[in-house]
């Protein structure tokens, strides 16, 4: 098996780029864990790299032609080779209750369901980082009153310390895909537990950004809030204007009127 040829369904564009893939495995710390998954392997650009840090290397990988090569072309992989699809797998048949980091070219019809996965999971998840359609990386790391500041910010920087890294451009990449990429790190905080309920948050947060251009008052009707929570001038700004101190001051505030 000389090649893998990428499939559309997949969102699969190989990066062929090794420079490119050489930077994307340095941007892990390595520190606070001893294993690291990396999901979307493909052809192994980005394996190859990983494989020569001092850290245990597993790759998922949904895709049994990638896994075929994988096997045939990495024997410092056999054994670590998860053939699942990541947002499905129970990830602690490998991993038990152990620290790992995530790395990986992200397919980009799912990248934005990978962070939310992460997230699920970032009890066990220090580090994570990797390359995404730009927008959506930009998006993760995006400050308080952009266009593009969303869920995915507010809930991605309650948790972690994120950071956009360096652009890819599309010629790099096989098919090249018809938009540019960005790599973009996440590095847990040191105190991640969030002093009010996390589900509660979650639930403010997307409902606040589904009417995006209302104030708080009219976008969080739906939470049956209190006539006198609603006065607090809080609710007087739109979704985008908070960042994410004053989510969870909000969350707070709701929580005291007894949602």
Known sequence: MDKVKAKKHLGQHFLKDESIAKDIADTLSLEGYNDVLEIGPGMGVLTKY???KPINTYVIEIDTESVDYLNAHYPKLHGKIISQDFLKYNI????????FA????????ISSQIVFRVLELKEQIPE??????????????EKKGSKTYGILSVL???????E????????????????KSGVMRMRRKEDFNLPCGEKLFFTVVKT???QRRKTLRNSLKTLNLSDNLREDSIFDLRPEQLDVAQFIELTQKIEADGI
């Not at 995530?102 to 019809?109: H, K």
């Open 92 to 99: 602690k048949e490998v991993f038990e209750n152990k620290q």
């Open 156 to 162: 991605a920087q309650a948790f972690y310390d994120t």
């Open 164 to 179: 956009y890294l360096f652009t890819v451009g599309e010629h790099v990449f096989n098919p090249p895909p018809k938009v």
């Open 128 to 141: 994570f980082s990797g390359m995404f359609q730009k927008e959506v990386a930009e998006r993760i790391c």
């Open 102 to 109: 995530i790395i990986g070219n992200f397919p980009y019809n």
């Open 50 to 52: 990983m494989l020569d």
């Open 208 to 210: 606040a950004f589904q």
